[in-house]
Structures are given as C-alpha cells and as structure tokens.
C-alpha cells in the first residue's frame, strides 16, 4: 500500500459487513444431514432428501440425525452415487455435467472421486484456489479482476479473481494453483512460484442446487507491471486492473460472484486497506478454518 491508495471508508466497511453476512447467511431449519458410510459428509435440502428417498430406498436409512447411505465401501458409494448423478441429470433435475472429479474427503482422508456438480445437491464439502492479482501504477494499488465467460455454467458475466478454480481429485494446492493460473491468465510458473502460503476460509451458502460449501484457499499475488493476464481456456471473458473504491463498488453492486467478493474482500485485509479491528475484519476471521 502507498499512501496515494486510500482505505476503505467507514461506510464502506459497514456496507461490505452488511454484502458478507446476507450473501453467505445459511438456514438449515429444513436440512438434513447425509451420511456416507456412518461419516456425516453432506447436507439436504428438502428436494434432494425427497429424490434420494425416491430413487435408492434399499440403500437408504432415516434417523432423526439424518439421511444414512450404507454402501459395501467407498469404491461402491462413489458408483452408486455417480450413477445416481448421471441419471438426475439426464432427466433434467440440475444442470451443468462438468465430466471433472473432485475428491470426497473427511478430514484429510481421501474418501472416493464424484463428478464435481453433485458436491452441491448432496451438499458436500469441495475446495478451490482463489488469487488476488495486485499491482502498481504511478503509486496507486490496483487489482486485475477477470470478467466469467457468459458460457459459464456457474454465475457467468460476474467479475473475478485473477485466477479461481476448483481442486481437481488427486491434485495437490500447488498443481491446482499453477494450472489454473496458466488457463485461466497465462500466468507462468516464475510467476505462480511466488505464491506465499494460503488462507483457508470455509465458504457456505445456499444456491439453486442446493449447498455451495467449499474451503477456499485465498492467495494475493503481486503481479508485475509488464504483465497482462491472457486467458488461455475460454472460460475469461476478459481482464481489467480496477482502482479500489472500483472494486469495492462493484461488489456491492452484486457485479461479483460471492466466493470472489469475499476472497477480494480478504485480499483488501490483507493489504492494509479495511481496519483489522472493525466488525468486517472479525467477521472474515470467523471464516478462517
């Protein structure tokens, strides 16, 4: 930070608080838990718990702790429930088949691979890498904020981070990190293997599919001057370096997807630009995991 970038204002900081706590506010009042194999990994809502009592009763047990799928072990839960997926979404009850895998986990323990679009009905747990990109110009902090494709399956046309993705099965941090920045900004590994250690902050809330929960694991990359990110998959529309008060009005102009809001919001923390000790700041601290 210089002293040509000013912080946040006061109003701003209370309007940020306000964007956070309504975007990322979750009621589980009709939710159930599901448990996979006596391990409690995900959460329904009312129209998932309806079509797994539907579509696997021999599997299935309800209890008042919740949904119980019993499988021989994790090899036959991830088929049942990929075939389950496949099957929903050839009738037309979700949208978006992405043919990627992520990986189940409980803890740090691998459990199985699932096609990544059913984390969100079954309401399990996924992780992404988010990156801010900063830099300087004539002394004043900038960010370089990505424009989604309007292909996208996931919010298209909002604003994002420089790069964001999720962690594919069997990828560590470091690979998901400087894959997704190749693809999605042309970034090249010089670039990425500046990459301090990450935050995680747990990432909740409802959407149309059910439940986003994802650990995200932010980085701020200072990105130099000469460099002009280039999207390289298609899934960019387009980059441009935004002034602070820019991005700050953007996100609560709701231009933003919620996950890149709240990692731009950490990043703004992070830098020196929102008070460590107002409300905003402590609410993000509660979000660390």
Not at 74 to 89: P, T
């Amino acid at each position: 930070m210089t002293q040509l970038t000013a912080m946040v204002s006061a109003q701003q900081h209370n309007d940020l608080l306000d964007y956070l706590t309504n975007a990322f506010a979750v009621n589980f009042t009709s939710w159930q838990n599901l448990s996979l194999n006596g391990r409690l990994l995900g959460s329904l809502n009312p129209r998932w718990q309806q079509q797994l009592q539907s579509d696997l009763p021999t599997l299935l047990q309800i209890t008042e702790q919740g949904f119980h799928l019993e499988c021989r072990d994790w090899l036959h839960c991830a088929d049942v429930l990929q075939n389950l997926g496949r099957d929903w979404y050839d009738l037309g009850l979700f949208e978006g088949w992405r043919n990627e895998a992520f990986d189940v986990m409980d803890g740090e323990e691998v459990l199985f691979a699932l096609e990544r679009s059913l984390f969100r009905p079954l309401g399990l747990l996924s992780k992404a890498v988010h990156i801010n990109g900063f830099t300087e110009r004539d002394g004043e902090t900038l960010m370089w904020i990505g424009t989604r494709s309007p292909f996208k399956a996931v919010d298209p046309d909002k604003l994002d981070n420089l790069v964001g993705g999720g962690v594919g099965s069997g990828e560590c941090l470091t690979e998901a990190c400087l894959r997704e920045g190749f693809e999605e900004a042309g970034l090249g590994s010089n670039i990425m293997q500046t990459l301090a250690a990450p935050k995680r902050i747990l990432s909740q809330r409802l959407v149309e599919r059910g439940l986003h929960r994802e650990h995200l694991f932010c980085y701020d990359l200072d990105v130099p001057a000469h460099i002009q990110p280039e999207n390289q998959d298609g899934e960019v529309a387009a980059f441009q370096l935004m002034g602070i008060d820019e991005v700050v009005q953007a996100i609560l102009d709701q231009r933003f997807m919620h996950d890149a809001a709240l990692i731009t919001i950490n990043g703004l923390l992070n830098k020196g630009l929102i008070d460590s000790k107002h409300p905003l700041s402590l609410w993000l601290y509660q979000q660390y995991c």
